[in-house]
Every structure is written in C-alpha cells, then in structure tokens.
C-alpha cells in the first residue's frame, strides 16, 4: 500500500503470530526473484487480470519488473511496468511472521502498452506524457496512471512485509 505516514502500520499484532526475534538482512535478498508462474490478480472492476513479476533486489536497490495479461494462461499481453527506487528494512513485522517492515520508495515508474486497447486506455487517462503506441515506454512518475501507479508527488513510498520461505520472497 502506499505510504501515508513515516511508519509502518504493524498495530493489528495477533498473539498467534508473535514477533520474530531477527528481521531479515538486505544481503538476504541480493539477487532475482520471479513468479512461479501466472498470479491472479484483482483488475479493481470485479473481475481478474493476471500477471507475472521478477523482483531483483542489491544491498540498498529494488527493481520490480511485471507484465499484466488479459488471460489466466499469460498469453494475452496487456501491459508491463518497470519500477525501481532505493529500499530499507526495518524492524520484524508485528503482523506477519517471520517477516520484516521494508520501506521501497519509488524513484522512477515506467509503463509500456502491449495491446491497442491499453494504448487507448492509457491516453483516455493522461497516463505519461505523451501519445502512447504498442510497445514504446512511457516514464508514468509524474502523471501515474489508471489508479494502478500514483504521481510520486502523491505516493513516494510503500511499505510492505518482506520474508523469504524457501527460494521464494
């Protein structure tokens, strides 16, 4: 979610889930992370995108990498987004096990349509700052774009849990 606030919101503790003892490390993270496969995702008007992501992660950088698909096979492209910004860890999460407060600030948003449809969507949206055409990036920092990336101006940061189980983050 993105940040509001200076702090995470760990105020929901459950007893059942107690507070780690150690957060994770950021050399725990250094290196990639993908999907397993296609992930179901919620296109916010009731129905279900899907997508895939690849996280790479050093000592003090993320970069997220995801393409959004208009079928559950991930055949259908719709659109991709790269993100990246520095990142810090905090302490252990109170409401996730085995889980740390990670802050991932945003330092550029970049989108690229891979239908027609998204391109029309995109520019019905002011999203970027240009016309749109399959294929070609667009920085969307400063405008955002469809509700999905907000203008760094209004959204900087988020915070979310991080912890790793197994191979997968």
């Not at 003892?21 to 050399?27: A, E, I, K, Q, Y």
């Not at 949206?125 to 990336?149: E, L, R």
């Amino acid at each position: 979610a993105c940040a509001t606030s200076t702090t995470p919101n760990d105020s929901q503790r459950s007893e059942s889930n107690p507070k780690p003892v150690t957060g994770l490390s950021s050399s725990e993270l250094v290196g990639d992370w993908s999907s397993e496969g296609c992930e179901a995702y919620p296109d916010g008007q009731g129905g279900t995108n899907y997508l895939t992501r690849n996280f790479t992660l050093t000592d003090e950088r993320w970069d997220l990498t995801f393409k959004i698909f208009g079928d559950e096979a991930c055949s259908y492209p719709l659109f991709s987004g790269k993100i990246e910004g520095p990142y810090l860890l905090g302490e252990p999460s109170e409401v996730v096990e085995v889980a740390t407060q990670g802050t991932f600030a945003f330092a550029t948003q970049t989108w690229t349509a891979h239908a027609e449809d998204m391109v029309n969507v995109f520019n019905q949206s002011a999203c970027g700052n240009g016309s749109w055409a399959v294929g070609v990036p667009q920085d969307v920092s400063t405008t955002g774009c469809i509700g999905v990336a907000k203008p760094l101006t209004a959204c900087a940061q988020e915070y979310d849990g991080v912890r790793v189980d197994g191979e997968s983050l």
